[in-house]
C-alpha cells in the first residue's frame, strides 16, 4: 500500500499508474491486447482515461488562471488534441456530464479531477541522484505548484553530500531508508545511472516506497504492487529523429504527409503485464499529450516530468 499523508485543502493534479512484475520483461503490448484490456486501476475507469486526465487538468487549469468560468466539451477538447467524443466519455467516468448549451465548469471540474485522482492533498517526493538531473527536477517549480513536495535529495558522491540544492542539504545514500521513515515518502524519483538505478529501486522498496518515478536509461524489475513510470529523453529524441527522416525521404519522394500517417502512438505503446498489473512508459500521445500544435507534417514532442511523478500519484 503506498503511504499517503493527510489531506490537505488544496487540489492538484495526477494520473495513472503502471507497475511491472519483477524478473518480467517490459515488451509492449499489441494495440488490440491494450484496447481490450479491463481497467486495473480499481476505480473502473479504463487505464487509458486515467492517462488522459492529467491532459486535462492542465488546460483546465489554465482556463481558470484566465479566468474561464465554463467551457464546452468542444473547446476543452481542441486544448487538449483529444475529440469531443472521447473527451465526453472520458469525463463520463467521472460523473461529470457537462450541462447542455452550457458546458464544464470550470472550477468544479477541476475539483473532480482532482479529487477521483486523490490528489487533494501533497506528496513527499525523495529524489535519489543529485546530478544535473536531479539538480533540476528539485528547483522545478512545476512539482510544488501541483501538491508534489520534494522531501529530501540522496547522493552517493563525497563530494556533492553537504550541498545545498533547492533550499534542500543533499543527504548520503546511506540515509535513504532513514529519509524515508522521517519524511513519509510516498514516490521516489531515481534520477542515477542505469548501473546504479536497479539496486537504489530495491531500496526504496524495501523501506516502503511502492511509487517511482525513472529516469534512468534502464528497465527495472520490481515486485507485483510496484509502480513505475519510465521517463527516457532519448526515445523521445529518437521518435522526432524517425519523423524528421521519413519526412525527409517524402519530400525526396514527393511525397506528402508521409511522416504525418505515423505518430508516436504507433512507436511507443504501453507495455501490459499481469493482470492488474501495467509497466508503461511515459509517452507523448497518452501521457503530456500535444499541448503544442504543429503545422503540416511538423512533429512536436513534448515530456513533462511533472506528468511523471502525477502518474504513479493514485
Given at each position: 500500500?503506498?503511504?499517503?499523508?493527510?489531506?490537505?485543502?488544496?487540489?492538484?493534479?495526477?494520473?495513472?499508474?503502471?507497475?511491472?512484475?519483477?524478473?518480467?520483461?517490459?515488451?509492449?503490448?499489441?494495440?488490440?491486447?491494450?484496447?481490450?484490456?479491463?481497467?486495473?486501476?480499481?476505480?473502473?475507469?479504463?487505464?487509458?482515461?486515467?492517462?488522459?486526465?492529467?491532459?486535462?487538468?492542465?488546460?483546465?487549469?489554465?482556463?481558470?488562471?484566465?479566468?474561464?468560468?465554463?467551457?464546452?466539451?468542444e473547446e476543452?477538447?481542441?486544448?487538449?488534441?483529444?475529440?469531443?467524443?472521447?473527451?465526453?466519455?472520458?469525463?463520463?467516468?467521472?460523473?461529470?456530464?457537462?450541462?447542455?448549451?452550457?458546458?464544464?465548469?470550470?472550477?468544479?471540474?477541476?475539483?473532480?479531477?482532482?479529487?477521483?485522482?486523490?490528489?487533494?492533498?501533497?506528496?513527499?517526493?525523495?529524489?535519489?541522484?543529485?546530478?544535473?538531473?536531479?539538480?533540476?527536477?528539485?528547483?522545478?517549480?512545476?512539482?510544488?505548484?501541483?501538491?508534489?513536495?520534494?522531501?529530501?535529495?540522496?547522493?552517493?558522491?563525497?563530494?556533492?553530500?553537504?550541498?545545498?540544492?533547492?533550499?534542500?542539504?543533499?543527504?548520503?545514500?546511506?540515509?535513504?531508508?532513514?529519509?524515508?521513515?522521517?519524511?513519509?515518502?510516498?514516490?521516489?524519483?531515481?534520477?542515477?545511472?542505469?548501473?546504479?538505478?536497479q539496486n537504489?529501486?530495491?531500496?526504496?522498496?524495501?523501506?516502503?516506497?511502492?511509487?517511482?518515478?525513472?529516469?534512468?536509461?534502464?528497465?527495472?524489475?520490481?515486485?507485483?504492487?510496484?509502480?513505475?513510470?519510465?521517463?527516457?529523453?532519448s526515445i523521445?529524441?529518437?521518435?522526432?529523429?524517425?519523423?524528421?527522416?521519413?519526412?525527409?525521404?517524402?519530400?525526396?519522394?514527393?511525397?506528402?504527409?508521409?511522416?504525418?500517417?505515423?505518430?508516436?502512438?504507433?512507436?511507443?505503446?504501453?507495455?501490459?503485464?499481469?493482470?492488474?498489473?501495467?509497466?508503461?512508459?511515459?509517452?507523448?500521445?497518452?501521457?503530456?499529450?500535444?499541448?503544442?500544435?504543429?503545422?503540416?507534417?511538423?512533429?512536436?514532442?513534448?515530456?513533462?516530468?511533472?506528468?511523471?511523478?502525477?502518474?504513479?500519484?493514485?
Amino acid at each position: 500500500m503506498s503511504r499517503r499523508p493527510a489531506p490537505s485543502s488544496r487540489a492538484a493534479v495526477a494520473t495513472t499508474t503502471g507497475a511491472s512484475s519483477r524478473g518480467r520483461s517490459n515488451h509492449a503490448a499489441s494495440p488490440r491486447s491494450r484496447s481490450n484490456r479491463a481497467a486495473s486501476n480499481g476505480h473502473g475507469i479504463p487505464d487509458a482515461t486515467v492517462a488522459r486526465l492529467p491532459v486535462y487538468l492542465r488546460a483546465l487549469y489554465a482556463l481558470a488562471d484566465h479566468g474561464v468560468a465554463t467551457v464546452s466539451s468542444e473547446e476543452l477538447a481542441a486544448a487538449t488534441g483529444v475529440n469531443s467524443a472521447k473527451l465526453r466519455k472520458d469525463l463520463s467516468h467521472l460523473g461529470s456530464y457537462g450541462t447542455r448549451g452550457v458546458g464544464y465548469d470550470v472550477e468544479y471540474l477541476v475539483y473532480q479531477v482532482s479529487r477521483e485522482l486523490g490528489l487533494t492533498q501533497d506528496w513527499p517526493v525523495l529524489i535519489v541522484g543529485a546530478g544535473n538531473l536531479g539538480r533540476a527536477l528539485a528547483n522545478y517549480g512545476g512539482f510544488a505548484s501541483r501538491g508534489f513536495r520534494i522531501a529530501a535529495l540522496v547522493d552517493s558522491d563525497p563530494h556533492v553530500v553537504g550541498t545545498v540544492i533547492a533550499r534542500h542539504t543533499v543527504r548520503g545514500d546511506a540515509e535513504i531508508e532513514q529519509v524515508i521513515d522521517q519524511f513519509d515518502v510516498s514516490i521516489g524519483v531515481i534520477a542515477t545511472p542505469a548501473s546504479a538505478a536497479q539496486n537504489v529501486c530495491d531500496r526504496l522498496v524495501a523501506a516502503g516506497v511502492t511509487s517511482i518515478l525513472n529516469f534512468a536509461p534502464v528497465v527495472l524489475s520490481v515486485p507485483p504492487g510496484v509502480d513505475v513510470r519510465k521517463v527516457d529523453l532519448s526515445i523521445e529524441l529518437q521518435i522526432l529523429a524517425f519523423h524528421a527522416q521519413r519526412r525527409g525521404a517524402g519530400l525526396a519522394e514527393g511525397a506528402d504527409g508521409l511522416a504525418g500517417a505515423i505518430s508516436a502512438a504507433d512507436v511507443m505503446v504501453p507495455e501490459v503485464g499481469a493482470p492488474g498489473i501495467a509497466a508503461a512508459d511515459i509517452t507523448t500521445s497518452d501521457i503530456a499529450g500535444p499541448a503544442l500544435h504543429g503545422g503540416p507534417g511538423l512533429e512536436v514532442a513534448e515530456l513533462d516530468y511533472r506528468t511523471g511523478a502525477q502518474a504513479i500519484a493514485t
